[in-house]
């Protein structure tokens, strides 16, 4: 059975990460057809096309939809535009991937939900954090060797290098997800801190959260967007272990690392280039196994993971960070 998949939007993140992955796919699963690639400048969609081998290239959605008839379509578009245009797909019934976050705030992003749910259309957001193997393997290891009421606490801190973004939320929102993945619990309350870096552009700012999970466990937050390193990382705290995640390599840790102590002595140790997934960026970090997989479930009739609904708390925490509110109580 074939799979036939078109792309909306062939920009930075797209080049970089999500076309590799397709290339990939293509070259282990032969039924995949990379249809079409759309892209409002037509030199961008052509290169696409050419880079990832995708058989047409087109600058209007409309019109390659209509032509290709796609079973899956991968949206990668600016995030003003992806709420509407994923509203649009979902109607049309055809099984959507969307990059984060799907909607800028809870309206948005419930009336999503609402068309996906009226239309029964398969969905998924794509959080890469929660399909990086590193992450994978952590959250597995989490999984069968304890319950989320278990977990006695969670540092994750989330720092990048000359990033005076106006809007810092839409990349906030990947450490505000990461930690309700791990933890298997949403935030019950946060309270926020900012510190303002006026001088280095509109809105630059440290965000500090601290947060009580409905598990009960304790999560703190620190995004800190002009550092003097690209990092993630976390540490999940239990009774007599932690876990020690480098998620992001970087000049300390170059493919990024997992290790896990117990009674002050390494239990595990993991490196990001000795997973399963491979050594390129787009496989440590995430990217080809969210496609693959979703690709996968589509092709196989499967409901894939990760849907817009177990999104949503996401989009209104970093929402929360947008408004510069101070406190945050889910309801």
Known sequence: MSLRICVIGCGSIANA????????????????????????????????????GFANAYTDMDE??????????????????TAELAGKILDMRIPLLLEKPPGRTTEETMR?????????????VAFNRRYAPLVRTLKGMLDEGYTPDQIQSL???????NRPDEDFSTT?????????????SDYESIC???REYPQYGNNVADIHMQCKMKSGAAANLNICPVTGLNVERAVVNLY?????????????????????????????SLDGDHTPDGTQPFEREGFYYENMSFFNDIMNGRTPSGDLGTALQSVEVAQCIRDRQREYISL
């Open 240 to 268: 007599n272990n932690t876990f020690f995640l480098d998620y992001l390599g970087n000049e300390m840790y170059a493919a990024g690392r997992l290790v896990k102590t117990e009674g002050n002595h390494i239990t595990f």
């Open 112 to 124: 999503l939900i609402n068309i996906a749910e009226r239309n029964k259309t398969p969905n998924r």
């Open 17 to 52: 990460m999500h076309g590799p992955s397709y290339l990939k796919y293509a070259d282990v699963n032969r039924e995949a057809v990379f249809a079409g690639c759309c892209d409002v400048i037509a030199e961008r969609a052509a290169d696409f096309k050419s880079r990832f």
């Open 192 to 194: 926020f801190f900012y």
């Open 64 to 81: 390659m939809i209509t032509r290709e008839k796609p079973d899956a379509v991968c949206l990668i578009s600016p995030v003003f535009m």
């Open 172 to 184: 906030a929102i990947h450490a505000i997800d990461a930690v309700r993945f791990i933890m298997g």
């Open 155 to 161: 540092q994750y801190d989330m720092f990048r290098v």
